[in-house]
């Protein structure tokens, strides 16, 4: 199945997340949650933990071992730690997305790009603030997803973010397979190609 | 009467037991070892056992140590985390891992990148060639799927679990148990993103060396890959030697491999600023 137009909702939550900020919420168990790339090559960076048990989150590696492929498309499901389904991406109009390349940070910043970066807003400080708020803290940032993101690998084993793939209205859409606290960092990078060199908003509607 | 029947008795059976020797288990004192690796005094040894088939352990290790894994016999497979042992809220970030270094596949010279933007320790040995950032372990389900139980106190753990157990005897919890590398299995990423295993059995006696970084809080577990197709829960002996060395010189080539490593090596001499 290949979504082709953007899907219609009843919405219990329809709202923009600015540009660089964090933004979490529960979606029950058979709601949508549906991110739409306003302007086009914005990352977003997710995490889903269980609302009922909030040791058990999205893996990551879980995910890419049981589908036997390290990109997110239609179909895909993404189990948690403890190797449920938490989520299935029923639809999405961008040919991949990614779940290696985890989230920006502060500290890998001035690796990446040097000292000169530390200062600079990013993921894992969005998803910290969030998660701190919700009752959970720095143990709980694990491997994310990067919807919008594109992050190939080479034969050789080189990887690295590049342009991207998506474009404006563009969208990825999931059905919760259990409860969840769905937390997302709209990245802030300013560095390399995740969004554009230009971060910006992005919509997420909830509902049915 | 059993000779177990009263406490000197039981005292007895259980002393008569000293001595016994199994083929996985740790050398204590590691001194002791009787097959040092090449060029290491035994008063420098610091760790020896050997873990079988689903066994694990939890260790730590001090900034300089070595820890060199042999897969004794060529099926083993060696699920790691690693942690900051004065703070242990830092912790290996496989994802930081690849990308800040711009390679998917570890091997000789790469390191193995904190969340915090550090190196916590450098490969300085591999012969394997094969290890796996992007699987992960097995759980109590993908084992109960495959081989018919997956518990710890059943014949065929997995992974996750043998892993929560030495997070746990560290003081730490099932939530931090974060993303592992596995050591000796490989998946290489093919067409359009599929995993491709490197699921042996391989030659015997390939090795791999740790270089410790930072202060660490090592955890290990020698499961079967998640992905290996074998029907059987296939895992052979994993060797773990660790002796003390020195802190990585400033001039130390793995340190100065590239731009990225080189301030991944800065960023712990900040760390140890103090």
Known sequence: ?208 | MTTTADPKGARAHARAMAGTRVPCMPTVPAGASADPPPGVAASDLLWEETLGAGGYAARELRRGARLRLVDLAGDACVSLLLFNAERPIERLNVADTIKLQWQAYLGAGSLLLSDMGRALASIVEDTAGTHDVFAGTSNAGTNAHRYGDGSNSGPYPNGRDRLVLGAGKLGLARRDVHPCVNIFKGVRVGTDGALVLQAGSFAPLRQVTLRCEMNLLVVLANCPHVLDPRERYTVTPARLTAWRGPATAGNDPIRMRSPESERAFLNVDDYFSR
Not at chain 1, 75 to 99: F, I, K, W, Y
Not at chain 1, 102 to 117: D, P, Q, W
Not at chain 1, 139 to 167: Q, Y
């Open chain 1, 1 to 208: 199945m290949t979504a082709t137009t953007l899907p219609v909702l009843a919405a219990r939550i329809d709202t923009v997340i600015a540009a660089r900020a964090p933004w979490s919420a529960i979606v029950r168990r058979g709601e949508r949650l549906l991110i739409e790339d306003l302007e086009g090559n914005q990352a977003v960076d997710f995490l889903m933990y269980s609302a009922a048990d909030p040791g058990e989150r999205y893996s990551a590696q879980d995910t890419i071992a049981a589908q036997r492929n390290i990109f997110l498309r239609t179909g895909s499901v993404l189990l948690s730690n403890e190797g449920n389904p938490m989520a299935t991406v029923t639809g999405t109009t961008v040919a991949r997305h990614d779940t290696i390349g985890g989230a920006c940070s502060c500290e890998s910043n001035t690796v990446r790009y040097g000292h000169h970066t530390k200062a600079q807003h990013a993921c894992v400080d969005n998803f910290l603030e969030e998660m701190l708020r919700l009752g959970g803290g720095k143990r709980d940032l694990v491997s994310n997803v990067n919807w919008f993101m594109n992050v190939p690998v080479e034969a050789d084993g080189t990887l690295g973010i590049v342009d991207g793939i998506s474009a404006p209205g563009l969208f990825v859409c999931l059905r919760a397979e259990m409860e969840i606290t769905a937390v997302i960092s709209n990245c802030p990078q300013i560095n390399n190609p995740c969004n554009g060199f230009n971060p910006t908003p992005v919509r997420v509607v909830v509902g049915t």
